[in-house]
């Protein structure tokens, strides 16, 4: 090949333009994530929420949302499983003092200021950019980094000190994978609280006894596969095995007083 000036071809003459554009488009997608709120697009501004997928929005979006149902065809997909405002949870977030944001100089172009992470993590100072991975706690909101998670094993929140279970920790913008869980887990808790909920009436008054620690211990077991779809069902089957339900002394007693 033409090298008889002893010219070599360096790599990046080889290999051009798309590698670039690739890591412009994931830094674009990065900001977008982290600064944007998933719903209406705008910036993020307190109060932020989080849905349990991970995602971050406006808490007014998410209002708005809710109010208006004929949005729910436009933004459908991205918010389909945000029911009610408990869905989702206030996020206590840390201000990174490092970040100049409106305060500080308007004329800088606002790209960079959203290199800048606004949050930080409260307990081992990571920004929040994209570039590490974050999480929230379902019950308190607090957020911080999965390093600080992972370093300092603990059964409450480094925080503000709310004790947690596996389930209610929650990555932000996590990997497909990530969210493909995190569904099955929402899916699962959305189930329990139904059946907790619902003490349907008739069928469960014949065997209204029995087996309830069982139940009980299927509750407490948070599910790390996807595969766990199949223990979601059996639960279903086993509450509706058993009956232990308010209703069912209310059903008998009515039958009891027709028939006389
Ligand atoms: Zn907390």
Redesign the pocket.
């Known amino acids: 090949m033409g090298c008889d000036g002893g010219t070599i071809p360096k790599r990046h003459e080889l290999v051009k333009g798309p590698k670039k554009v690739e890591k412009v488009d994931k830094d674009a997608e990065l900001v977008a994530q982290w600064n944007y709120c998933t719903l209406s697009q705008e910036i993020l501004r307190r109060p932020i929420v989080a849905c349990e997928l991970g995602r971050l929005y406006n808490k007014d979006a998410v209002i708005e949302f809710l109010l208006d149902k004929s949005a729910e065809k436009a933004l459908g997909k991205a918010a389909s499983h945000i029911k009610s405002i408990k869905n989702v949870t206030e996020l206590?977030l840390s201000d990174n003092p490092a970040w100049e944001g409106d305060r500080g100089n308007t004329k800088g172009d606002k790209h960079d200021d959203l290199q800048r992470a606004r949050f930080i993590c409260p307990v081992v100072g990571l920004e929040m950019n994209g570039r590490h991975r974050f999480c929230f706690?379902r019950?308190?909101?607090?957020v911080f980094s999965e390093r600080a998670l992972k370093e300092i094993k603990a059964e409450v929140?480094?925080?503000?000190?709310?004790a947690f279970q596996e389930d209610d920790v929650i990555v932000l913008n996590g990997t497909k994978e990530d969210v493909e869980v995190l569904k099955t887990r929402m899916e699962e808790r959305r189930l329990r609280a139904k059946l907790e909920k619902k003490p349907q009436g008739h069928q469960k008054l014949k065997q209204r006894s029995l087996k309830k620690p069982a139940l009980i211990l299927e509750r407490r077991k948070p599910t790390p596969l996807p595969g766990a779809q199949v223990g979601a069902t059996a639960a279903v089957q086993a509450a509706g095995n058993q009956s232990l339900c308010p209703g069912g002394t209310a059903v008998s007693g009515r039958e009891n007083s027709s028939s006389s």
């Open positions: 206590r706690l019950c308190c909101g607090c929140c480094h925080t503000c000190g709310a």
